[in-house]
């Protein structure tokens, strides 16, 4: 079985930089840049923020920046907004066409 | 920007089958895109459902594979899903989303308002 694991929570202060990592286990999920990022706000849809790992839809701020090391995603928020706080998810999938979303990390500002 | 709407009731009977329609609307369903249908359960994370493209072809999640039925309505532009033998388990907000193809990966770039399906235990 697939999965990807995130940190439960980070937070930061208005200005700082924090980074959520998503490490895939299991099959080849984490094997290739596949990785997407979602913000998720209380009573919204997901809303994407990164894909491919590092490229973002036109609309997202460059204070939103992803990277790839091994098996681990990463997503970097700087310069830290109130407006940042949220779940975020990180998403990919296997060869065999399973989709599997990362476990979520709360943002706190 | 395609747009997605979500249909159906918000209340399931226990054992019974909860029934969902996802609209599309702004793009043809017959793009070279899948459509997926995402829950997000009380307090829990998203977890990805299953997914259909316009040929029929499917993808199921394989820890709900049993028990979900997808199908997709090329004339009208939209898909559905039917997931059997409901618990209070499945309670959870069901949003439609598309897994888009672009740079040669794919990713949920557009996803529906989200809908509550509640066990009506």
């Known amino acids: 079985q697939s999965a990807l694991t995130q940190p439960p929570s980070v937070s930061g202060s208005p200005g700082q930089s924090v980074t959520i990592s998503c490490t895939g286990t299991g099959g080849d999920v984490g094997t290739y840049d596949r990785f997407s990022w979602y913000q998720k706000a209380p009573g919204t849809a997901p809303k994407l923020i990164l894909y491919?790992?590092?490229y973002r839809p036109s609309g997202v701020p460059d204070r939103f920046s992803g990277s790839k090391s091994g098996s681990t995603a990463s997503l970097t928020i700087s310069g830290l907004q109130a407006e940042d706080e949220g779940l975020y998810y990180c998403?990919?999938?296997?060869?065999?066409?399973?989709?599997?979303f990362g476990t979520g990390t709360k943002v706190t500002v | 920007q395609v747009q997605l709407q979500e249909s159906g009731p918000g209340l399931v009977k226990p054992s019974g089958t909860l029934s969902l329609t996802c609209t599309v609307a702004g793009g043809s369903i017959t793009s070279s895109s899948w459509w997926s249908w995402v829950r997000q359960s009380p307090g829990q994370g998203l977890e990805w459902i299953g997914e259909i493209y316009h040929t029929g072809t499917t993808n199921y999640n394989p820890s709900l594979k049993s028990r979900i039925t997808l199908s997709v309505d090329r004339s009208n532009n939209h898909f559905s899903l039917n997931l059997s033998s409901v618990t209070a388990a499945d309670t959870a907000v069901y949003y439609c989303a598309r897994n888009y193809y672009g740079l040669g990966i794919y990713y949920f770039d557009s996803w529906g308002q989200g809908t509550l399906v509640t066990d009506s235990s």
């Open positions: 998403a990919s999938y296997t060869s065999s066409s399973d989709r599997v």
């Open positions: 491919k790992v590092s």
